[in-house]
């Protein structure tokens, strides 16, 4: 009798291991979107045995629409892992969207791509899909892991809400998805506007002198220049010292507009520079001692510069002392409306940076 008492306990402790190493690894799995292509066998260390290979995993549970979605509690869906690793892999898919405008306005005739994680021989499958004409899209019928929706239209702009990120066969992460028909997912676009003839370019990096530890950048003509041009930059740097093993100094970075101003941002769509609220200059610190300590500065700004006769909106990095190299100022986007209109959106085709680079080129130094 004890020896069934002591095989009885060794037994229970034992499981109570196994679903401790299984709740641990499951909340430390790093994601779902890259699985690789996997086999039963090769999870399970061979075929799997007639019980194991007919789990169902949890009932179905009716969602609010009675629609009979499977959503399961997460101790529902780690009694199926154990059962089945492949679980969550074959989750039922079933997702209703709904594409709007910027207005909340339907948008009929929008493609639609659909990406779910499976257990097909590519580790994924996808359609394409058409918004009918209230907007609306659905996917039904399908199994997998996660799904990846992307919204676009001709004539939009995809914006941050035009796609989504789904799990559907993990309770516990924040992206777990419970489909709703009578709540559609919302996919936002946002109508093209009119644009204007704009200057662009991308990652143009100038140098700080050493001897003023300034730059003059004329956004127009695209190149440093002695005097004038649209912004100015200054540096200063300390002595270096090592902090927490890490070489370090105190810095100052002080941006400004030449006859003008400069005003932060973080907006999506920054299309139209703002009347008011322009700042002279703007200057950022960095202390050695700052348990934050940066060794540089990145910012997205509106920029109106020769007294209103331009404006821009500029995405910029700054480098006080990157090691091995000089202190430099790299543009890495920017859009500037030469007319002085405050229209900042932009078009391949009405791109005239080269037009305004030659003429600065050709002009008199």
Do not use: C
């Not at 207005?103 to 929008?110: E, I, M």
């Amino acid at each position: 009798m004890k020896n069934i008492r002591g095989l009885l306990i060794s037994g229970l402790f034992g499981a109570l291991v196994v679903s401790a190493l299984l709740v641990w690894r499951i909340a430390h799995d790093p994601g779902l979107a890259n699985q690789p292509t996997v086999s039963r066998s090769s999870l399970v260390g061979g075929p799997l045995d007639p019980v194991e290979s007919t789990a169902q995993g949890p009932k179905p549970i009716e969602s609010e629409s009675g629609q009979g979605q499977s959503n399961p509690s997460a101790e529902e869906a780690l009694e199926a892992l154990r059962r089945d690793p492949l679980w969550r892999w074959q989750r039922p898919i079933a997702f209703w969207g709904l594409v709007l405008d910027e207005l909340g306005q339907p948008v009929p005739d929008a493609r639609v791509e659909m990406t779910w994680t499976d257990l097909s021989p590519a580790g994924h499958s996808s359609t394409i899909m058409t918004s009918d004409g209230s907007g609306r899209v659905r996917l039904e019928g399908k199994e997998g892991a996660v799904l990846t929706v992307r919204a676009s239209r001709e004539g939009f702009h995809s914006t941050r809400e035009s796609h989504r990120i789904l799990n559907y066969g993990e309770p516990w992460d924040p992206r777990f998805h419970r489909p709703n028909p009578d709540r559609p997912e919302v996919l936002r676009l946002r109508r093209l506007g009119s644009a204007e003839p704009l200057i662009h370019r991308e990652n143009l990096r100038f140098p700080v002198t050493s001897a003023t530890g300034e730059v003059l950048i004329d956004l127009v003509g695209q190149r440093v220049v002695p005097s004038g041009g649209d912004l100015r930059v200054a540096v200063q740097k300390g002595p270096e010292r090592s902090s927490g093993g890490r070489r370090r100094f105190d810095w100052e970075v002080v941006m400004a507009a030449v006859d003008g101003g400069l005003v932060a941002h973080g907006e999506e769509f920054p299309f139209r520079a703002p009347d008011t609220g322009y700042l002279p200059e703007i200057r950022f610190q960095q202390a050695a001692e700052d348990p934050s300590w940066r060794d540089s500065f990145e910012g997205r700004f509106f920029l109106r510069s020769r007294n209103g006769a331009v404006h821009a909106r500029i995405e910029v990095r700054i480098s006080p002392f990157p090691r091995g190299a000089p202190p430099a100022v790299t543009l890495l986007d920017y859009h500037l409306n030469p007319s002085g209109s405050v229209n900042l959106e932009y078009r391949p085709e009405l791109d005239v940076s080269t037009e305004y680079y030659d003429r600065a080129r050709s002009a008199p130094r």
